[in-house]
């Protein structure tokens, strides 16, 4: 029998039958795509944003022949609102920054790994469970309750148990620091290890390993990567906090000569000394330079530690 | 069919959503009217400033609720600079200072807003020096108070006092201060200092309280507060010009007959003569149901007249 052809060509006949998506279908589409692509390209662009205002706020006074960077990095003499003889020199609060959150990750990071291990080898499903939503909750604190305690209990308590002259100091600032950031530490170094497959347990305990052969030989260098990345989270928050270090660390210009010390931090002389300063004044211009320079430790922070992954990857 | 009405609704509801938000965020949010009565039913008065006077100022809008409650007074701290920077900019109305404007914030003021800023004086306070109560120290020169907390100054030890703390392992003299935005700092560093600058290292406390409350915990350390905020647990020393002066007490008689060295005017500052509603707030002020709520507080309340 013959077979008759319709009189179109077959793929016209097919692409008229076929069912066509409204057109606003598509459009709310292709906009939802771009919106979903400016959320991810905006990260980058709030953070060049924010480093492009506050080093435009900081700019004139890089360009003051009367100020001094050398005194500004090196002098201990915090005097912007003297009379006689103003002086910038922030080498005190840097060394407050540093000493506290120095203290701050020495208590932190054991603690903190010591959990994420335990909560990832050793605990039990409800137990996990009930850990992880505790922990949670102690992130939620704000800092500023955090900074309240410190001021209150924790200063008597170490005034009790130190016989230090005064609660507030580096030792007080770094306890309160390590409770803020163990609970970071602790999600992500969990989800660090969780992300080391079984395979590896199951080989090491196949090969004879005991648990802690299996943890700091197997499991810490496969998930060293994101242990890292936990730890840098960490002092980033221990780097920036403001309120909580403003209250607990007695906020005297200082450096320190022992955790019994009060200190001043970066964040916490801003946070003091801006609403006074009147608006692009010297006093002013500095302070948003004090900005820069956390924005430059944080870079170097996290510089190092990329470096010492890419090292330590090499190997 | 199921799916394209979904689409279509929640389109729709985004679409709304969005519109709703543009809405709120363009719309006028109406700030507080700056005392001028008839436009809005209720009148905002912006008061900022000094630590040391937010209690006495809180409890001035609380008792001007009574006589005029159609006013609200906003009351807020930060230090008697950050008044004044903000009255500067012109964002509020009346800036509490526990000390004088200096002339660059005046000519700031005039430049940023056109007009001059009008001192009121409104109270008196004395500056007193607080020692923890077990401390056996009861009196103390200006000399000794600039020699301890001026920078190069050389008593560092509470033996160069002449005193022993009980109990207290170290002989360190704790200074505790104020941070630089307040007026109490800048009041004594011009009084006591003659305007040189502190010695760094002194622990800098954020408010008048938080002053006496430190004190108050540290056996070794001297602080100065308003004599308004004394408690139980600390002594307020007496102090004298020279060693060979009598020494005076911080109270309200000392203050206006100002045989205590270091007493203070307590003023509020507006922009230009105070107008309409802010100038029968700071008229009841200085009335003699103000000047109650003064005494009242702490605070040494102006003589009669």
């Given at each position: ?14 692409l008229v ?6 057109n ?17 390209v905006?990260?980058?662009?709030f953070?060049l ?9 900081a700019?004139p ?16 003499q ?30 932190a ?7 994420a291990?335990?909560?990832s ?13 505790v ?16 001021l ?8 009790k ?10 030792l ?11 609970p ?11 992300a080391?497959?079984d395979?590896?347990?199951?080989a ?8 802690w ?20 989270l960490?002092v980033?928050?221990a ?7 403003l ?5 005297a ?6 955790f ?7 964040t ?15 006093h002013?211009q ?9 924005f ?14 890419r ?5 | ?19 709703s ?13 700056k ?59 009346i ?8 002339p660059?914030?005046i000519d700031?003021?005039?430049k ?5 800023p ?15 109560k077990?401390n ?24 160069q006092?002449?005193?022993t ?9 704790v ?13 004594l ?8 600058d ?7 406390m ?9 004190v108050?915990?540290?056996?070794t350390?001297?602080g ?44 509020v500052?507006t ?8 100038k ?11 000047q ?7 605070y040494?309340p102006?003589?009669?007249?």
């Amino acid at each position: 029998m013959q077979v008759t052809l319709p009189a179109k060509p077959v793929e016209q006949t097919l692409l008229v039958r076929r069912a066509k998506r409204p057109n606003w279908s598509v459009l709310i589409e292709r906009a939802l795509e771009v919106f979903i692509r400016l959320c991810g390209v905006s990260a980058v662009l709030f953070v060049l944003a924010i480093f492009f205002f506050v080093f435009k706020e900081a700019l004139p006074v890089l360009t003051n022949p009367k100020f001094s960077l050398s005194q500004f990095l090196f002098s201990d003499q915090w005097y912007p609102t003297s009379e006689v003889n103003k002086r910038y020199g922030v080498l005190a609060m840097i060394a407050g920054t540093f000493s506290v959150t120095v203290l701050a990750m020495l208590i932190a990071v054991p603690f903190g790994l010591g959990a994420a291990v335990y909560l990832s080898e050793f605990c039990g499903a409800r137990a996990k469970e009930t850990l992880k939503v505790v922990i949670e909750l102690l992130a939620a604190i704000p800092s500023v309750v955090w900074g309240f305690i410190g001021l209150t209990v924790l200063s008597r308590l170490i005034v009790k148990y130190t016989g230090a002259a005064v609660g507030v100091n580096v030792l007080n600032g770094g306890i309160i620091l390590a409770l803020m950031s163990v609970p970071i530490i602790v999600s992500i170094g969990e989800d660090a290890l969780k992300a080391v497959p079984d395979a590896y347990r199951e080989a090491g305990i196949a090969l004879g390993a005991t648990r802690w052969q299996l943890i700091w030989r197997v499991l810490f260098p496969a998930a060293r990567n994101g242990l890292l990345a936990a730890v840098l989270l960490g002092v980033g928050r221990a780097v920036g906090e403001t309120m909580a270090v403003l209250m607990a660390t007695g906020h005297a210009v200082h450096i320190p000569h022992s955790f019994l010390d009060s200190v001043r931090t970066l964040t916490a002389n801003i946070a003091a000394e801006l609403g006074e300063a009147p608006a692009h004044s010297e006093h002013y211009q500095v302070l948003f330079l004090m900005g820069v320079l956390l924005f430059i430790i944080t870079f170097l922070v996290n510089l190092c530690a990329d470096l010492v992954v890419r090292g330590v990857r090499r190997k | 069919m199921q799916t394209a009405f979904k689409t279509r609704f929640t389109a729709v509801l985004a679409l709304a959503t969005l519109a709703s938000l543009l809405q709120c965020g363009c719309g006028d949010s109406g700030t507080g009217s700056k005392g001028s009565a008839g436009a809005a039913p209720k009148v905002t008065i912006q008061n900022k400033g000094s630590d040391t006077m937010v209690n006495l100022a809180q409890a001035w809008a609380e008792e001007y609720k009574k006589v005029a409650p159609d006013v609200s007074v906003e009351v807020s701290g930060g230090g008697s600079g950050v008044g004044i920077a903000a009255l500067t900019k012109g964002a509020i109305d009346i800036a509490n200072a526990s000390r004088d404007m200096k002339p660059e914030e005046i000519d700031e003021a005039k430049k940023n807003t056109g007009k001059e800023p009008k001192e009121i004086i409104v109270g008196y306070d004395a500056l007193a020096i607080y020692v923890h109560k077990d401390n056996p120290l009861s009196e103390i020169t200006i000399d000794q108070l600039a020699q301890i907390y001026g920078e190069g100054g050389q008593i560092t030890k509470w033996s160069q006092l002449g005193v022993t703390i009980p109990g207290a392992a170290n002989d360190e003299i704790v200074r505790v201060s104020r941070q630089s935005n307040s007026g109490t700092y800048e009041f004594l560093r011009e009084h006591v200092l003659n305007k040189k600058d502190f010695k760094l290292g002194s622990r800098d406390m954020n408010g008048s309280k938080e002053v006496v409350a430190l004190v108050g915990s540290t056996p070794t350390a001297i602080g100065y507060s308003g004599m308004g905020y004394a408690t139980p647990a600390v002594k307020m020393l007496k102090v004298k010009k020279t060693a060979s002066d009598p020494a005076f007490e911080p109270n309200p008689e000392n203050t206006l007959a100002k045989t205590y060295p270091i007493a203070r005017s307590l003023q509020v500052y507006t922009l230009g003569e105070p107008k309409d509603e802010i100038k029968k707030y700071i008229d009841w002020i200085l009335s003699p149901d103000g000047q109650k709520v003064v005494g009242a507080s702490g605070y040494v309340p102006l003589p009669h007249k």
